[in-house]
């Protein structure tokens, strides 16, 4: 059992009841839920299904997620460096699915890293409209935007910023907004046992404290009718629906709106915040009724006026700058890309629809990365690999998941030619974009980013 501290018992217990604290506290004996996120982008469930020889049981709260076995190892399959999927806690992929957003749509992740919330919020907007994937904290916004490229997304921001610099740049900016707040990580110990040791009543209320500063942050940076989502992986009430409680009085322009709850998805508890009736309609995932760690997910809407201001649009850049991109684009892609081209020092990027000038904001990745401007040439960046069909691209290097000559070019191996190839060729696995490469001289050179490079997979 995964040792808990003593006066985290006696408070779940005192909370719950003795009854359902047993069943809750026997959890801890059982193995948890190990899950993983079909990325739509790339592939459809059914085909993953079919291809990868997993263990795959559908989870019933997220219809692209499925329940996996610790033998099928995902994370060392290829089909993951091809983003074909994302490795996640069961009961996270609700949230994302609570807020709903659509094409078109701009949308915040304000508490974002390592991304597993932000890569199914951009799958769900089709890679259409902009989505601000923010994280604080640099070397977790990293992480966040290495996964963000592996997804192959194409419409997100990814910032590193605190959300008051933000709030002050997007005031009544966006159609929704995520806060998936840090918290105390009640409902991760199982998971995560050493987050156990770091728990006490004073972290929970320094949590609470930052979250009631985030949420104020989120309000002001919602539009009039946008939708805002907020969750937790805690059990803490000081922190779930208290916290949502406590917003409500502060703000009577919110409205808690019903979440759909199917598949032993709970209501929220109005007892535990002064029996405010209406926090029913909150939503929590316990371990003892799902098959899934600890969550709160709760859904609001601002029905005031919101203050904002004009946001100038992004300068793109000028053609004639294009010169040696485009050059490399007709060598080696099929079809000419389209929309607002930007410079960063030597890097260009492809921006998200409408993006907007991002002024002195820290941005660690603005929409698709295509590549860098070098002496003469364009090379090409591991995103625009990870972003487009196979199809799509001029000279192919065909792989397969039943050999091992994948796991050697994710080594960083210079691999075989086995027919004429000439220039940047996009190395696939079973069709999906796992890289680029470089024919030359009856090899194909190793172009995958060092950083990604492991030993000995298989």
Same mark, same amino acid.
């Given at each position: ?8 018992? /006696? ?17 801890? %004996? ?7 996120? !079909? ?36 994370? #060392? ?9 994302? $490795? ?43 989505? $601000? ?23 997100? !921001? ?16 966006? %159609? ?67 916290? $949502?409680? !406590? =917003? ?12 759909? #709850?199917?598949?032993?998805?709970? %209501? ?6 002064? %029996?405010?009736?209406?926090?029913? /309609? ?29 946001? /100038? ?60 401007? /070098? ?10 690999? =990870? ?27 210079? =691999? ?43």
């Amino acid at each position: 059992m995964t040792a808990l501290p003593e006066t985290f018992i /006696k408070k779940m217990t005192a909370l719950m009841g003795k009854d359902e604290a047993r069943a809750f506290f026997a959890t801890y %004996d059982q193995d948890r839920a190990l899950g993983l996120r !079909v990325n739509p982008l790339k592939i459809k469930p059914q085909q993953l299904r079919a291809r990868s020889g997993f263990h795959l049981q559908p989870i019933p709260f997220c219809s692209n997620g499925f329940y996996y076995q610790e033998e099928d190892a995902p994370g #060392k399959h290829p089909y993951h460096q091809a983003g074909l999927y994302y $490795i996640q806690e069961p009961s996270a992929m609700f949230v994302a699915d609570t807020l709903a957003p659509q094409p078109d749509e701009r949308v915040l992740d304000l508490c974002a890293a390592p991304g597993g919330k932000s890569t199914q919020l951009a799958a769900r907007m089709a890679n259409s409209g902009l989505l $601000i994937a923010n994280e604080p904290y640099s070397k977790r916004a990293k992480a966040l935007s290495e996964n963000i490229e592996r997804m192959g997304i194409t419409n997100a !921001v990814v910032t590193n910023e605190m959300p008051e610099r933000l709030a002050d740049y997007f005031p009544g900016y966006f %159609d929704k907004v995520l806060v998936d707040a840090p918290c105390s990580g009640e409902g991760m110990f199982r998971k995560d046992p050493e987050a156990a040791t770091y728990w006490s009543p004073a972290h929970v209320a320094e949590c609470a404290a930052l979250q009631e500063h985030i949420l104020e942050h989120a309000y002001m940076m919602l539009r009039a009718e946008g939708t805002l989502v907020y969750s937790t992986c805690t059990f803490a009430p000081e922190e779930d629906e208290r916290m $949502i409680h !406590v =917003l409500l009085k502060k703000h009577p322009d919110l409205e808690l709106l019903p979440i759909e #709850k199917y598949a032993c998805v709970s %209501d929220g508890r109005p007892q535990w915040a002064d %029996d405010d009736q209406t926090l029913t /309609k909150t939503a929590r995932l316990w371990p003892h009724l799902l098959r899934g760690e600890g969550h709160f997910v709760a859904k609001l809407r601002k029905h005031g006026s919101a203050s904002s201001r004009k946001q /100038k649009k992004a300068v793109p850049a000028k053609e004639n700058t294009l010169n040696d991109y485009r050059t490399f684009e007709a060598q080696t892609l099929r079809e000419k890309l389209a929309g607002t081209f930007d410079w960063i020092g030597h890097q260009l990027f492809l921006l998200p629809t409408a993006c907007p000038d991002l002024g002195k904001l820290k941005v660690i990745r603005t929409g698709l990365h295509l590549g860098e401007q /070098k002496k003469n040439r364009f090379e090409p960046n591991h995103a625009l690999a =990870l972003a487009l069909r196979s199809d799509q691209f001029q000279n192919r290097y065909a792989l397969s998941a039943t050999d091992q000559l994948w796991n050697s070019y994710l080594r960083g191996e210079t =691999l075989p030619l086995t027919r004429t190839l000439k220039g940047w060729t996009v190395v696939t696995i079973d069709g999906y974009p796992l890289g680029w490469g470089k024919a030359a001289s009856g090899q194909l050179k190793n172009s995958y980013p060092k950083g990604l490079r492991r030993r000995g997979l298989k």
